[in-house]
């Protein structure tokens, strides 16, 4: 750079043309790419909205497990070992199941749209 900042700079026409064709109807992105472009979109949030309720679905049975292991561990103090053991892969497995879920139901969607 010249040393000048770039809040000395100017917009060429160049990018100002750019940036109204852009927004103006039937210029700048084709109306193809646009209707991609939110397809893609649309598509995006709706994974993310199934991811959200798998990861709600997966903390509510993961959270129901550990109330079970500390009630029994009120119930018998002395098996607290064998608790801990025997919850920690339980409190996971609800995530590894909904993740797992997420995963087909992407690769489901994609050859869907490939077919």
């Known amino acids: 750079m010249t040393g000048k900042t770039v809040a000395n700079t100017k917009p060429t026409r160049n990018t100002a043309t750019t940036a109204l064709a852009l927004h103006r109807p039937g210029q700048g992105l084709g109306s193809r790419r646009r209707a991609a472009l939110r397809e893609r979109a649309s598509r995006a949030v709706n994974e993310l909205i199934v991811a959200e309720v798998f990861l709600v679905q997966a903390t509510i049975e993961s959270a129901s497990v550990l109330g079970d292991s500390l009630r029994h561990m009120r119930e018998q103090p002395e098996a607290l070992t064998d608790v801990a053991r025997t919850t920690a ?3 996971l497995q609800p995530y ?7 995963r087909q139901v992407r690769r489901s969607l994609r050859s869907h749209r490939q077919g």
Do not use: I, S
């Not at 590894?96 to 997420?102: I, Q, T, V």
């Open 89 to 91: 892969p339980r409190l």
């Open 96 to 102: 590894k199941d909904r993740f797992e879920a997420l």
